[in-house]
């Protein structure tokens, strides 16, 4: 279980990943605000209860193509694993749902959740809440491709066509889908210094 007193199932499953015939592990739970720490874990499958019978031989099917795969031998040295998370792993109705990092536009804050936007750009917006902090979120996300315009937006750096300001003091950013995000004052001054100004 993810919540229980001494050692929980993210616990475990940190435990398994450095044994060398690690076993393939496949969350079933409750809760849905883990999946990002279970998937950091290199679990199959994080499935949310109620359970739905194809949905669960869905994720054994995952487990045994997993232990079936021969190891992984590279043929170059391994890379270092990068500190910044590559993709989130969100829940949508009974399943979750995977959203690469390279594939978000903006992040809002919306109380203890963020949404995230995806495919605003090319006409297939769609966004997704996640249970998590967005000071959290920032903290993970690679500041080479991400930036705080405000206490509670976050954007991808590429998604920026433009800096304007209003003339009172306000500064917006113009982002390549036409929507404009404020910029707060705390971070207005990292704004200017990615643009060189």
């Not at 994720?59 to 045994?64: I, K, L, S």
């Not at 959740?113 to 993970?140: D, P």
């Amino acid at each position: 279980d993810m919540t229980m007193p001494e050692v929980d199932g993210l616990g475990v499953a940190r435990a398994l990943a450095g044994q060398a015939n690690r076993p393939a592990v496949v969350f079933v739970t409750a809760h849905d605000d883990f999946a990002v720490e279970a998937f950091d874990c290199d679990a199959v499958d994080y499935v949310l209860k109620p359970v739905a019978q194809e949905r669960l031989e869905r994720a054994v099917e995952r487990a045994q193509a997993r232990r079936a795969a021969p190891p992984e031998t590279p043929l170059t040295p391994e890379k270092p694993a990068s500190e910044w998370i590559e993709e989130f792993w969100v829940p949508h109705r009974s399943e979750l749902i995977r959203v690469a990092a390279s594939d978000l536009e903006r992040i809002d804050a919306e109380r203890d959740y963020v949404r995230l936007h995806v495919g605003h750009q090319n006409g297939n917006g769609r966004s997704y809440m996640m249970l998590h902090t967005i000071a959290g979120l920032e903290a993970r996300l690679d500041p080479e491709c991400f930036i705080r315009l405000h206490r509670s937006t976050i954007v991808r750096r590429d998604r920026i066509a433009g800096l304007k300001h209003d003339g009172l003091g306000v500064w917006s950013a113009e982002l390549v889908d036409g929507s404009m995000q404020r910029i707060g004052r705390t971070y207005l001054p990292r704004v200017k210094a990615m643009a060189g100004r």
